[in-house]
């Protein structure tokens, strides 16, 4: 399938944030946005397919007006199934604006890739002046209940946040099990799991940042005292910081990735952090 969705985040008269939902193909469907306590809006994206087939190309846009808020999230994990002979690679594409002064945490379930999944996936997210937001991702080794572990053959993965002025963060990961063993210490080591978390406020003096970074990495440090789980932090060259996390399983990354959020939402935007409302 081809398939594009395109979500539109503004304030209205009464100061809320309201959703728009300007284009929806399927597998997409959005079926609307709930109120959330700070005057934003939450949606969640459903494939009505249940994961990404061999050849899909899923495309998503998501706007976030200038001092609106926003949560975007997922009804479940995003399986990757796997790769259809003579089909092409499964791909998504997900381009996000926020507007200036606006808010949006974007936080999906984990990624689920299947054995012989090929897939690739790219991000791109442009800042406009003190923007906020606020991402994590989530990666599974496959579906571990099957007795998969690493068992795709590839997947591919570009990330990049920028403002008017400069990329803040570019990263590009190929993930080839069949080729480079994922259990090198150069890559996963004795860990399956692997998570990424990122806040960004645009204009935010560097200072700042160190010190979110400190409490950060003190943070992980502390749950890394328990075993199962490692990670760390650190202030990217400019506006904003990205914590990295390696687990031997799926239970701990969503607490360490509830703590680092909670206490960055605070440090951004001095309110509280507000776990999405899960629809099924």
Same mark, same amino acid.
């Not at 700042?208 to 943070?219: G, I, K």
């Given at each position: ?8 985040? &503004?304030?209205?008269?009464? !100061?809320?944030?309201?959703?728009? *939902? ?7 469907? *959005? ?10 809006? #939450? ?6 397919? !249940? ?30 199934? @796997? ?7 499964? =791909? ?8 200036? /002064?606006?808010? #949006? ?21 442009? +800042? ?9 991702? *989530? ?14 053959? $590839? ?20 993930? /080839?099990?069949?080729?480079? @063993? ?6 996963? %080591? ?16 560097? &200072?700042?940042?160190?010190?979110? /970074? ?13 075993? $199962?789980?490692? %990670? !760390? =932090? =650190? ?7 990205? *914590? ?6 799926? +239970?701990? #990354?969503?607490? #360490? +990735? ?9 440090? +951004? ?12």
């Amino acid at each position: 399938m081809k398939a594009r969705l395109e979500l539109r985040f &503004a304030r209205g008269h009464g !100061g809320d944030t309201r959703l728009a *939902v300007t284009e929806q193909q399927p597998p997409w469907r *959005v079926l609307r946005a709930f109120p959330i306590e700070d005057g934003g809006a #939450l949606a969640h994206l459903q494939n009505v397919s !249940g994961g990404v087939l061999a050849g899909d190309q899923l495309e998503m846009e998501i706007h976030v007006a200038a001092g609106a808020i926003a949560q975007v999230t997922t009804t479940g994990a995003t399986r990757l199934y @796997r790769h259809r002979a003579g089909a092409e690679d499964s =791909s998504q594409q997900t381009r996000i604006h926020v507007g200036a /002064e606006a808010c #949006l945490e974007y936080l999906p379930d984990m990624t689920i890739p299947f054995a012989g999944a090929r897939h690739q996936q790219s991000t791109s997210v442009y +800042l406009a002046p003190g923007a906020n937001f606020l991402w994590w991702e *989530v990666l599974a080794p496959g579906r571990q209940a099957m007795g998969e572990r690493f068992a795709f053959d $590839h997947l591919r993965i570009a990330n990049e946040i920028r403002t008017a002025e400069r990329p803040l963060l570019q990263e590009k990961i190929l993930l /080839e099990p069949a080729r480079r @063993r994922m259990e090198s210490e150069a890559r996963m %080591g004795p860990y399956t799991h692997a998570a990424s978390f990122y806040a960004i406020r645009c204009g935010e003096p560097a &200072a700042r940042w160190l010190e979110l /970074e400190e409490e950060l990495n003190r943070s992980c440090a502390e749950f890394s005292k328990a075993g $199962h789980i490692i %990670g !760390g =932090s =650190s202030a990217l060259a400019a506006d904003g910081i990205a *914590v990295r996390a390696l687990s031997d399983s799926a +239970l701990p #990354l969503p607490r #360490l +990735l509830a703590h680092v959020w909670r206490i960055s939402k605070r440090f +951004l935007t001095g309110r509280d952090a507000i776990l999405p409302r899960k629809v099924y």
